[in-house]
């Protein structure tokens, strides 16, 4: 049976945290022998994982150690492991945080991999923070067997970005549990009220630059100029809230915009809805989107967003589409082929040492 050992800073809200639980929820725990490193004490605690998962919490590494160089946080502060036995596969899946990454370059590992989760290139473009981080960290690169990324897409631009050569890359999307999604999607919504005589359109996730909601806003605008029943639900919160709902209200859109905060159940309220709308300014691999898709909403997607996203077309004139939106038969999607081959692909990873 094969050894993998996950190396992850916490599991609160947020898509590598989501991806990760969804990952190890459904792996195949008859095949893999599987233990997930925490860097927060009580962090699993709540979280439905297999029992058979193993979770193990390193010593609390002090933040400042993330803004040293790489090699000297190293020497100062690499964990050890003392009589754990080597695993088949080592894997930082967060890729920012230092701990993730002393964790898995130190732990016995016969392989040793990070997941890469974002477009480097254009997130060190937007994000003074992640260009500092950028600057400290970029000296672990070396010692990783190879890379994974969660859509082709990214490949290129952390070549380029990272200066990394002769490493193995491969993709590995994330992995949507659609099961829970479903079961989530049988719950009604109790604070929602919908006009359905308009075309209701939902989006998902974080409240910030990346994710675009200003674009979103100023499109939706655009198309409300043009006819009076289209109406947007935001699930989700962030840093750029009370812009976004000062925005609203500057564009007109006041009663046609409703900001609903996060929801520990989304799926219902998507279910609900009759199109899904995303703007992001660059993705990983959107799971909002994958999200949509097993609810069987019909996606309106901007057209950057194809390049993340195997199978999506997106759309160049999106104000137009919205102005002549209607509403559509859903076609929910278990998403069954999509995700076998996720599993497939980590168990084969692991395989190969």
């Known amino acids: 049976m094969k050894r993998i050992a996950f190396f992850q800073e916490d599991l609160q809200t947020g898509g590598i945290q989501k991806s990760i639980i969804n990952l190890l929820r459904n792996l195949d725990y008859d095949r893999l022998q599987v233990d997930l490193?925490?860097?927060?004490?009580?962090?699993?605690?709540?979280?439905?994982f297999p029992e058979k998962l193993g979770i193990k919490y390193l010593k609390p590494v002090p933040r400042l150690y993330s803004f040293l160089p790489f090699d000297v946080s190293m020497k100062l502060a690499r964990p050890s492991f003392p009589d754990c036995t080597p695993y088949d596969l080592?894997?930082?899946?967060?890729?920012?945080?230092?701990?993730?990454a002393s964790g898995a370059l130190s732990v016995p590992a016969k392989k040793r991999v990070m997941w890469v989760h974002n477009d480097v290139e254009i997130k060190l473009?937007?994000?003074?923070?992640?260009?500092?981080?950028?600057?400290?960290?970029?000296?672990?690169?070396?010692?990783?067997?190879?890379?994974?990324?969660v859509?082709?897409?990214?490949?290129?631009?952390?070549?380029?970005?990272?200066?990394?050569?002769?490493?193995?890359?491969r993709v590995i999307q994330n992995y949507i549990d659609t099961a829970e999604i479903r079961s989530k999607m049988e719950a009604e919504p109790e604070d929602l009220m919908l006009d359905e005589d308009c075309v209701n359109f939902v989006a998902l996730g974080r409240l910030c630059h990346q994710k675009g909601y200003d674009l979103m806003l100023d499109l939706f605008a655009?198309?409300?100029?043009?006819?009076?029943?289209?109406?947007?639900?935001?699930?989700?919160?962030?840093?750029?809230?009370?812009?976004?709902e000062k925005k609203a209200g500057e564009l007109g859109l006041n009663g046609k915009v409703f900001f609903l905060g996060n929801q520990t159940n989304p799926y219902c309220y998507m279910k609900k809805m009759d199109a899904f709308i995303s703007t992001s300014r660059y993705e990983g691999q959107p799971l909002n989107v994958m999200e949509a898709m097993t609810v069987g909403l019909p996606l309106y997607c901007?057209?950057?967003?194809?390049?993340?996203?195997?199978?999506?077309?997106?759309?160049?004139?999106?104000?137009?589409?919205?102005?002549?939106?209607?509403?559509?038969?859903?076609?929910?999607?278990?998403?069954?082929?999509?995700?076998?081959?996720?599993?497939r692909a980590i168990e084969a990873m692991a395989e190969e040492n």
């Open 37 to 48: 490193y925490l860097s927060r004490p009580g962090e699993a605690e709540g979280i439905a």
């Open 90 to 100: 080592a894997v930082d899946f967060n890729s920012y945080q230092f701990s993730c």
């Open 125 to 149: 473009q937007n994000e003074w923070k992640y260009r500092v981080l950028w600057h400290f960290f970029k000296g672990k690169f070396k010692y990783y067997d190879g890379f994974v990324c």
């Open 151 to 169: 859509s082709q897409a990214l490949i290129e631009p952390f070549q380029r970005a990272s200066g990394v050569s002769g490493k193995s890359f």
């Open 222 to 244: 655009q198309a409300c100029a043009k006819r009076e029943d289209l109406r947007l639900y935001i699930l989700g919160d962030g840093p750029d809230r009370e812009i976004l």
């Open 302 to 343: 901007s057209k950057n967003l194809e390049k993340y996203t195997e199978g999506l077309r997106g759309i160049d004139d999106l104000a137009a589409a919205l102005a002549v939106a209607g509403k559509r038969e859903k076609y929910p999607d278990d998403l069954s082929a999509y995700n076998g081959k996720i599993l």
